[in-house]
């Protein structure tokens, strides 16, 4: 975002760019109404089989907001974590779709590998559906390539921002 803002020099980028700053804040400030909220057995049993809470519980700990050995599914800490990283995700991902004039992957997107994609999202949905475990274990999969995937545009964008802010040109 703030590679296109620079190039771009746009008043919307900017503003993207402080929400983006702001929306932990309001997520933290927010309150929790801890009565809100269920978790179903199953879901808790994937969670804690997967491993997935440690996301949360080291996240904490790298805040310094707890000592990282504990984990409550209905606690005001857990709770405001588990919406920060699902807004984290969620704004990761819809990000992409504001990406298409820099990355270009609409336009890379041909017949085959549309149809690659659309029996992948498919297969998933059975993965899903059939052992809910194995699915979100295949999703963690994938998330983790793509985020692989991304580190040599990640790089480029920040030397890019480096030399921006120092002032040098390429």
Do not use: C
Not at 5 to 20: D, E, P, S, Y
Not at 43 to 65: A, E, P
Not at 125 to 137: A, K, S
């Amino acid at each position: 975002m703030a590679s296109g803002t620079i190039r771009n020099k746009g008043r919307f980028g900017v503003l993207n760019l402080i929400l983006m700053f702001i929306a932990p804040v309001v997520i933290w400030v927010l309150p929790v109404s801890l009565g809100d909220y269920s978790v179903e057995p199953k879901l808790k049993d994937i969670f804690i089989d997967t491993h997935y809470h440690y996301t949360n519980v080291l996240f904490s700990k790298f805040l310094g907001l707890s000592d990282g050995t504990s984990f409550f599914f209905y606690e005001e800490l857990e709770l405001k974590m588990q919406r920060f990283i699902s807004f984290a995700y969620l704004y990761h991902y819809l990000n992409w779709f504001s990406k298409t004039n820099v990355i270009y992957w609409h336009k890379a997107i041909n017949k085959q590998s549309a149809i690659l994609i659309g029996v992948s999202w498919m297969v998933m949905l059975v993965l899903f559906f059939q052992n809910y475990r194995l699915g979100f274990m295949v999703a963690l999969l994938f998330s983790f390539i793509h985020l692989l995937m991304e580190f040599p545009l990640n790089m480029a964008n920040l030397k890019f921002i480096l030399r921006s802010i120092s002032g040098k040109s390429k």
